[in-house]
């Protein structure tokens, strides 16, 4: 019995951001303004949003020390891509085309304006 074909996959319309963990929050929102010319689009003492242009935010830093992660051995580094599609269904056909591949999610969140699937 031959397996039913895959669909062609989707290519995202664009990066979206990177979040990056750093026990370093402060120097790191710093840097990142310095060299890409961001704003903080908000940041608390656990967190920032930079961005550069229309975005909400294209570079997220999450404070390590106030969010550890469930991994002891994951230090500072990165901690997630995004990528956009131009529509909600083709972000859920490229999820019903990864769950036929065997991938799924292990987590998913509406956040209001954008919905997410999480992959690893």
């Not at 972000?91 to 969140?109: A, C, D, E, H, M």
Request: proline share 7%; charged share 20%.
């Amino acid at each position: 019995m031959n397996p039913a074909p895959v669909a062609i996959a989707p290519s995202p319309r664009r990066l979206a951001h990177i979040a990056l963990r750093t026990n370093r929050l402060t120097e790191l929102i710093d840097w990142y303004c310095k060299v890409l010319g961001a704003h903080v689009a908000h940041a608390s003492d656990k967190v920032a949003f930079l961005t550069y242009d229309d975005e909400h935010h294209r570079i997220a830093l999450i404070a390590l020390q106030e969010y550890p992660p469930k991994d002891e051995t994951i230090r500072v580094g990165h901690f997630h891509t995004a990528f956009a599609y131009d529509s909600l269904g083709d972000l859920l056909g490229n999820f019903l085309r990864l769950r036929q591949l065997g991938i799924v999610p292990y987590r998913s969140i509406n956040h209001g304006p954008t919905v997410s699937f999480y992959y690893a």
